[in-house]
């Protein structure tokens, strides 16, 4: 026993502690219209304006100022200053820039008659199982708004729990040989969250996220056994751990880090034949394939994502987190050549984000399985430069669909020009919270003493959009 404790003592030196209190117990506080979430995120700023709000006045009022308008009323940055961090001079720049056209066409499209940019041909097919959501708003003016969007936190308050592993610690996994929360795709730069972005925190790191590699030939590198070592070997191996580690218990048994340590050895070996299983596509067919792009080099990169993401959810992954970009992490950043970046990136999401919608769907998935797509802020409506937008925190869109979420619809509004949000603004918290909400939890419940949540951390859900 002292060997033991001496081992696990130099094992957890160093990691993050949480207070001693009560676990939830994996169930939900009340009737859940969804069991899983797959998060969408789109590294680097999308343009509302060019995707999900379109602003007619861009192109009437092209060239001119905002103060040439008849919309002065976007020179009133009230609202802005009391909740956006460091953005005198941004604002300033944003209205003195000319305001810069919209850059795609768009079209009313399904029986709701959403209106949805060219550049999302097979979304836009799907609008009707879309609500949209134009009224976002943010605090903070630079990228690290994507450790807000996940955190709902500002990048210089520090780091706190996201949302995927908050739906861990409430409910746990569906599947005891999966994580509850995976991570696809390369996260963002660490000087806009990073791991953070995916990580728990004060939660204990059980709650994290983890990573798998879908593109390389070991998805679970840092669980694999090498090349030397034969599974019943590990196994052995694991079996002693586990020994160690249960006797250890015995004699603290109430560290919630022993039993984090008995799980996450646990799982890390059930995890090396379930985690090739789940992502094996040779076991779907050729439809399913086209379905999400994979027969296309455009497409075949995030069709993967998706592919991977549905095969994870029906297994029983609770959220799985799918990162949209290269290792920079910022692709939609279209500071310049917006048209050119938007319409490129948008080709390369449109077919496999349908895809995996239409799938869903057809599983009977989509009914129990919330779909959320985000960026952390939209661009400004002045120009940058001749051909870019700016970051714009102050009014950007996202869109749920599935999980008791209502299809077809359009909740909030911002202004003429869409820089502000002015009619049902919602901070990201609020997103947040529909999420957990959807799935059964609510957040007061789950907060841990001596960690206490602002209101605006916990958000509110955007019944608006709810079934």
């Keep these: 026993m002292g060997l033991t404790g001496l081992v696990l003592g130099a094992m957890m030196q160093g990691e993050a502690r949480a207070d001693d209190w009560r676990l939830p117990d994996g169930k939900p506080h009340f009737a859940p219209r969804a069991k899983r979430v797959i998060w969408l995120f789109m590294a680097g700023g999308v343009s509302h304006l060019d995707t999900f709000d379109p602003k007619p006045a861009l192109n009437k009022y092209a060239g001119k100022t905002i103060a040439e308008t008849p919309y002065k009323g976007a020179l009133d940055v009230s609202f802005v200053t009391k909740n956006v961090r460091n953005v005198a001079s941004d604002t300033n720049i944003a209205i003195r820039n000319l305001l810069y056209p919209m850059q795609v066409g768009f079209r009313k499209l399904g029986q709701s008659g959403i209106e949805v940019t060219d550049w999302w041909p ?14 976002m708003w943010t605090s903070f003016n630079d990228h690290g708004a994507i450790l807000e969007m996940h955190t709902g936190r500002h990048i210089f308050d520090g780091f706190f729990p996201t949302v995927g592993a908050w739906v861990h610690y409430g409910l746990g996994s569906l599947n005891e040989n999966l994580p509850s929360f995976v991570v696809l795709g390369a996260p963002p730069l660490d000087s806009t969250g990073g791991v953070q972005t995916y990580g728990a925190d004060y939660l204990g790191t059980e709650h994290a996220g983890v990573r798998l590699d879908i593109e ?7 669980a694999s056994p090498g090349p030397d070592e034969f599974h019943e070997e590990q196994k052995s191996e694991f079996e002693l751990i586990g020994k160690l580690n249960r006797a250890s218990a015995v004699r603290y048994p109430s560290d919630p880090a022993v039993r984090a340590r008995v799980k996450a050895y646990e799982l890390a070996f059930r995890m090396q034949v379930a985690v090739p299983e789940a992502l094996q596509f040779k076991e779907e067919s ?17 069709g993967s994502a998706c592919l991977a993401a549905r095969r994870l ?9 799918v990162f949209h970009g290269t290792g920079a992490g910022l692709d939609w950043d279209a500071h310049t050549n917006l048209k050119t970046n938007h319409a490129d990136l948008c080709a390369k999401v449109d077919r496999p984000i349908a895809g995996l919608l239409r799938d869903l769907k057809q599983r009977g998935m989509l009914d129990d399985t919330l779909v959320v797509w985000s960026t952390e802020f939209g661009r400004s409506p002045g120009s940058q430069g001749s051909t870019g937008r700016d970051h ?16 077809g619809v359009v909740h909030g ?9 002015v009619e049902n603004r919602h901070y990201v918290t ?23 949540r602002l209101d605006i951390e916990i958000g509110n859900p955007i019944k608006e959009v709810l079934a």
Aim: aromatic share 8%.
């Design 122 to 135: 097979n979304l836009g097919e799907c609008v009707d199982d879309i609500a949209v959501i134009r009224s």
């Design 216 to 222: 390389g030939d070991e998805p679970l590198p840092y």
């Design 286 to 302: 050729t439809e399913i394939g086209r379905l999400y792009g994979l027969d296309n080099k455009l497409t075949q990169p995030f």
């Design 313 to 321: 959810s029906e297994r029983g992954v609770r959220f799985v987190q």
């Design 392 to 407: 714009h925190p102050y009014g950007f869109s996202v869109w749920m669909a599935g999980g008791g979420v209502r299809g």
């Design 413 to 421: 509004r911002t202004d003429e020009l869409g820089f502000h949000a």
């Design 430 to 452: 609020d997103i947040h919270a529909t999420v957990m909400h959807q799935l059964g939890l609510d957040p007061q419940r789950l907060v841990v003493p001596g960690h206490r």
